[in-house]
């Protein structure tokens, strides 16, 4: 409701929950320019799981992502600190925008959060996903890198994502949100 000052940094943060490698039993074949399209295996092995926990900076785009097995408070304090770690000393104030999980309103959360008062935490209503920016991320990293799952494994779907948040990084930019 008022325009940031050079001091503050706003980052919508978010978990996208469970993203699979499901290797395949046969190749992947890719189109031909006769008109065949792309074909892909329908049977596959189970891998296990990832998830990635992300900030997008709303002023920048930049995004910042962690691959972990599991979804705990004190995964997302790892990219708390994370974050800490790659903003600047002049930013005095770093305002966090998510939802309403234990996990990022928890015990150990608040007492980080006590630890490092630069940290602002600002919830969004409940059902409403929609207003936290970094979805909109996800949705272009679906579309553009988990349209189609195939991945060797999980250390494949890792260096994958974070080839794909370099990329993005590169050429990072806030969205036009109204």
């Known amino acids: ?58 002023r920048t785009g930049e995004v910042i992502g962690i691959c972990r097995r599991r979804k705990r408070m004190v995964e997302f304090i790892e990219l708390l600190e994370e974050i800490e770690r790659r903003t600047p000393e002049t930013v005095t104030a770093i305002h966090l925008v998510c939802d309403n999980v234990i996990t990022h309103r928890g015990k150990l959360v608040r007492a980080w959060l006590a630890a490092h008062p630069r940290f602002q935490m600002h919830h969004t209503p409940v059902h409403c996903s929609w207003m936290n920016q970094v979805e909109q991320w996800f949705s272009i990293l679906q579309r553009k890198r988990l349209a189609v799952v195939d991945f060797e494994n999980l250390a494949d ?19 036009d949100w109204t």
Do not use: C
């Open 1 to 58: 409701t008022r325009p940031l000052g050079e001091h503050e940094r706003v980052l919508s943060l978010d978990e996208k929950t469970s993203i699979q490698p499901r290797p395949r039993m046969q190749l992947t074949r890719p189109a031909r320019p006769n008109g065949s399209p792309v074909r892909v295996e329908h049977e596959y092995k189970r891998a296990g799981a990832l998830n990635l926990l992300t900030s997008f900076d709303t």
């Open 157 to 175: 779907l890792e260096s994958k994502i974070g080839s794909f948040i370099n990329e993005w990084n590169a050429v990072a930019h806030p969205f």
